[in-house]
């Protein structure tokens, strides 16, 4: 789930947000030793390869096993087979009954009310936070929501910080959002193509060029319309573990309207949240969700923020991301989460090279 | 050892303690482990260029396709004793080896004036021109005494840089 728009997609900017970073000391007389000394390229060569920030950012963390005792471990087969056998049929239970019902009453609302009902948007909109309170009771989901829930207005944009696409049933069972989102495979691209189209969400492609513009253009349209559903965009565009941010996108921040930060936390107590899309199917995720004892997690709804005067839209989308991180307790990191798809910029790599030459170039002019 | 998802014994440890001059510690040679794992994302015992690169702050390094050519097809072993020369524990002369390693791609034990110019080639890109790189590095070369001709041995360069204040270093994380 992601958005993007315009150029930035294709080009990650990160040099936009990284300080200058390594700038040599000014050279005063150029020695041989200046130029054969690799040290401080290498050491940074050789401290990306022991530990990188961007790694660690997608990086499920294991839980430390606690049950290798003579007295934990009975205690922990009993969870096992109360968690496998008891709570996940029940789970699978609420969710059938849950989308039985769910269809039992869309399919009706959707093809007999047609045209601009009011009612049917209404009544789809209901229905889309019903099935979403399934599936979070589905994995006895604990979410404690702080904050004003938000309310539906023209030119507001919400952004929240993504772990998993989760994060989207979890909002959505409040109030329905209307989402810009990856277009997925399988039973979930299913759900977003004939149900969630009736609150409003936009989807795309990631690596689609010309997608990104209609996006862009839908979304602009969107904000504008005072009946359309609150839109809700993950700035971050790919599943971070809840422990950092990465770089928010710029496109909901260009938008000139209000946007409201929600943060969102969970708890690792019982299961970790991330969901790490490159090893894992959605239906594995929730499986391993469903199997878990509970979901734990905690919502914030941050006052909005709007662009100051003489403000960037990527200061203002760094400003924001500090709020969210400071509120969930994450870290920043200056990469863009899009790494995960793309080589980085030559552009990063220019610039150390402009730094360095400018330095000799110095000291050869005098 | 090429297989990721064992373990590692004492006596592994200790072997790969010994393959790197004892430069790490036991508790950072199982964080090594993990990070090698990690990176070796296919489990084929080495980390390819593709996943060397895959780390975004690796990639942008100016010398990361130098190093490459140095880190290619390294088994577990062998990537410890490369990292080793950042250790703490190294001495200031076998981090200038490195660094002469990083120069002498060849392996023939001497860098002459177009290896250099070749790493500076890497280090400055488009932002200087060729006779400008020519130009300081002559320079250079003559103020310290050496002519265009000459090529630098392991013991030049131990001359030129054993006095400056060389900071390698790069610290294991261990959990």
């Known amino acids: 789930m992601v958005v993007s728009t315009e150029a930035d997609l294709d080009r990650p900017n990160i040099e936009e947000y990284l300080s200058a970073d390594s700038i040599h000391e000014p050279l005063m007389n150029l020695q041989l030793r200046d130029l054969l000394d690799l040290s401080p390229r290498l050491s940074e060569a ?39 056998c008891i709570l996940f049929p029940v789970s699978v239970s609420i ?22 009902n009011k009612w049917r948007h209404y009544i789809e909109r209901a229905l889309v936070e019903m099935i979403c309170s399934v599936f979070v009771a589905s994995w006895t989901g604990v979410v404690k929501y702080h904050g004003p829930r938000p309310s539906m207005r023209s030119h507001q944009v919400f952004v929240a910080n993504h772990t998993s696409m989760i994060d989207f049933i979890i909002l959505e069972q409040m109030t329905a959002f209307a989402v810009i989102m ?71 921040f260009e938008l000139g309207c209000a946007v409201c930060p929600i943060a969102i936390k969970y708890n690792k107590i019982f299961v970790d ?64 989460g899009y790494l995960k798809y793309y080589r980085p910029s030559p552009k990063l790599t220019e610039r150390k090279q402009q730094i360095f030459a400018e330095s000799v170039l110095k000291t050869l002019e005098k | 050892m090429g297989n990721t998802s064992s373990m590692l014994t004492q006596y592994d440890i200790e072997e790969v303690q010994e393959h790197c001059n004892h430069a790490f510690s036991q508790q950072e040679i199982v964080s090594l482990y993990h990070r090698f794992c990690q990176l070796d994302r296919s489990g084929s015992g080495f980390i390819s260029s593709d996943e060397f690169l895959s780390v975004p702050e690796f990639a942008v390094n100016p010398l990361s396709q130098r190093l490459l050519r140095m880190l290619d097809g390294l088994n577990f072993k062998e990537f410890v004793a490369f990292l080793s020369a950042f250790s703490s524990r190294t001495t200031l002369q076998q981090k200038i080896e490195f660094i002469f390693k990083v120069y002498d791609l060849e392996f023939n034990g001497k860098v002459s004036f177009n290896d250099i110019m070749s790493v500076l080639r890497d280090l400055t890109g488009s932002f200087m021109t060729e006779q400008q790189r020519q130009k300081a590095l002559t320079h250079v070369f003559e103020e310290a005494g050496f002519s265009q001709d000459t090529s630098l041995s392991v013991a030049d360069f131990i001359k030129v840089l054993g006095s400056s204040d060389l900071k390698m270093e790069v610290e294991v994380p261990v959990d």
């Open chain 1, 46 to 84: 050789a401290g990306a390869i022991v530990d990188d920030s961007f790694t660690r950012c997608f990086k499920s963390n294991s839980s430390e096993p606690w049950n290798w005792n003579v007295y934990l471990f009975p205690l922990w087969c009993l969870g096992v087979a109360i968690r496998y």
């Open chain 1, 95 to 116: 969710l059938a009954i849950g989308w039985l019902i769910f269809f039992a009453a869309f399919l009706p609302v959707h093809f007999l009310l047609t045209g601009t």
């Open chain 1, 182 to 252: 990856q277009k997925h495979p399988g039973w979930v691209g299913f759900i977003q193509t004939h149900i969630l189209e009736s609150v409003g969400c936009i989807w795309f492609n990631r690596t689609e060029a010309k997608d990104r513009e209609i996006v862009a253009r839908k979304l602009r349209q969107h904000v504008q319309g005072a009946d359309n559903n609150p839109l809700l965009i993950f700035p971050e565009g790919t599943c971070v573990n809840n422990h950092y941010t990465v770089m928010f996108k710029k496109g909901a």
């Open chain 1, 273 to 336: 949240a991330f969901w790490n899309s490159k090893k894992q199917s959605f239906t594995k995720h929730l499986f391993r969700l469903m199997t878990s004892w509970a979901v734990v997690c905690d919502v914030w709804y941050l006052e909005p923020q709007y662009l100051r005067p003489g403000e960037t839209p990527i200061e203002f989308a760094e400003r924001v991301r500090e709020m969210i991180s400071a509120r969930a307790g994450l870290k920043k990191v200056p990469w863009d």
